[in-house]
């Protein structure tokens, strides 16, 4: 699933290499959709590019090959997004963001059946980026059993990792993470973040004076530090699940 801006970008550099065979410029991306820098042109090019749908070519200034289009090319959606309870994702640059979905229960979802009664079922919202930030799933996409002692009070769901930026936390790609939703972090702790409201990220919450430090746990990625107006706390961790195959 590609959010609204992430299409649109998607379609522009597409129909440019049909027309010219040449891929846009970041300028020329950054006035068709309408954005105020080209940081945002960044942010939706790499995260093309990790979900497969692009590839940027070596040692080729602006060399861009878009490897396949999303199935609903032709007839891009033009309703507002829809967003889920906790919002990891929701609305992009721009745009107003859509109001948020009912919550879930405040320890979860009931346990189903055949469930032992030490464990309650936490929806698995998606997937989280542990190294550069990507587009988490908007849907419910299945549930998980969690073990009562690792849910506290508040509400909970659970996502997907992937990347590499917070393994010298134990947080390795695969893992399941659980989150309690939260709108706020003391310094120190492991938050879902959500970047200019477009983009979502786990990572250590720090403050640097007036601004919001987003700290990974691997040397190999650089701590990045944000105006505190475009970053918002969407979850504290609180558990992690990890499956052996």
């Keep these: 699933m590609l959010t609204r801006k992430q299409q649109e ?4 550099i597409h129909e440019r290499l049909k027309e010219s065979g040449v891929p846009p410029s970041f300028d020329e991306m950054k006035d068709a959709l309408a954005l105020a820098s080209k940081s945002g042109i960044h942010r939706l090019i790499t995260a093309l590019e990790e979900r497969g749908f692009i590839r940027r ?4 200034a602006r060399a861009l090959e878009v490897i ?3 199935e609903a090319y032709g007839a891009p959606s033009k309703e507002p997004r829809r967003s889920f309870s906790p919002s990891v994702i929701q609305g992009s640059l721009g745009q107003e963001p859509a109001a948020p979905a009912a919550a879930p229960s405040a320890r979860g979802r009931p346990v189903a059946p055949g469930n032992d009664n030490n ?9 989280i980026a542990a190294g550069v930030p990507i587009s988490a799933i908007q849907n419910n996409t299945h549930d998980i059993a969690v073990p009562l002692d690792m849910i506290g009070v508040g509400e909970h769901y659970a996502l997907e990792v992937k990347g590499d930026s917070m393994i010298e936390a134990g947080i390795l790609d695969g893992d399941t993470v659980i989150i309690r939703n939260a709108n706020s972090a003391s310094p120190g702790e492991i938050v879902v973040a959500l970047v200019d409201d477009e983009e ?3 990572k250590r919450f720090r403050r640097k004076g007036a601004s919001i430090a987003l700290e990974a746990a691997n040397p190999a990625y650089e701590t990045r530090i944000f ?3 475009r970053v918002k706390i969407q979850g504290l961790l609180v558990g992690l699940i990890r499956r052996y195959h």
Excluded at 9 to 12: A, S
Excluded at 57 to 60: A, F, S
Excluded at 119 to 127: A, D, I
Aim: aromatic share 4%; charged share 15%.
């Design 68 to 70: 396949r289009l999303p």
């Design 200 to 202: 979502a990220t786990l």
């Design 227 to 229: 105006g505190p107006e």
């Design 57 to 60: 070519l070596p040692n080729r």
């Design 119 to 127: 464990s309650v079922s936490v929806p698995v919202m998606g997937r």
């Design 9 to 12: 970008l998607l379609i522009f």
